[in-house]
């Protein structure tokens, strides 16, 4: 028996710049709930609150790969 969790992929979809600026603004200017956004904009809670979460802690709007560089 194969017991190995299976995800379909196409309940992911990417999450564009414009979206990522739009939950910020709802959230931080609007005060509007995380939840409330997710129900209306089609987005997971999660991905909502990782959004925020990246932009209060990183000023970053968008998700971006970065390889850390050390410098002696």
Avoid: C, W
């Amino acid at each position: 028996m194969n017991h190995r969790k299976s995800y379909n992929h196409d309940i992911y979809k990417k999450i564009s710049h414009a979206q990522r600026i739009g939950v910020i603004y709802a959230h931080f200017i609007h005060l509007e709930p995380m939840r409330k956004m997710s129900r209306e904009v089609g987005i997971s809670y999660n991905s909502i609150r990782n959004i925020v979460n990246a932009y209060k802690n990183y000023g970053r709007t968008n998700k971006k790969s970065t390889k850390s560089i050390l410098l002696h």
